[in-house]
């Protein structure tokens, strides 16, 4: 006669006897993982690693590039699109992220892809784990507001 179940084990399965009186638990198939897109990383040049980041942005170098925080439009954003002079919004606030470009673990063209615009649902998708906040704090310019009415 087998032993009574363990009233401590909640996950209970229907075992399979064998010859020799041991149970053994049915198997079970887990569904197909569907493949992730792999993130692209680059080579970053000596002296930009996520370390050096951090330690310029609290060197005390302006890195926002304005004596104070301001309120900004689209159009006005849109024109702050080069490499030399790259600003991007990432919820509802607006960052200079000129001095970031060469830290940027996937790159600079992949960062430029959001210059000069709003770039929440593209950092979302593929950077819901990081704190922007944190991580452009010293490069904050201002906040992205609705274009004026005429």
Known sequence: MP????????????????????AVPPTTTKPPVKPSKKREK???APGHSPLDWAALKSSGKDLRGVDSLMRIPPSVLKVHNTRED????????????????SFHPGGEKELMRVVGRDGTKLFALTHAWVNVDF???????GFLVS???S
């Open 3 to 22: 032993p009574p179940p363990n009233p401590n084990f909640r996950n209970r399965t229907i075992g399979v006897s064998t010859p020799g009186g041991l």
């Open 42 to 44: 680059v080579a970053l």
């Open 86 to 101: 790259a600003w991007s919004a990432f919820n509802g606030k607006v960052y200079n992220i000129t001095a970031y470009l």
């Open 135 to 141: 991580m452009l704090d010293s490069c904050m310019v």
């Open 147 to 149: 274009e004026p009415s």
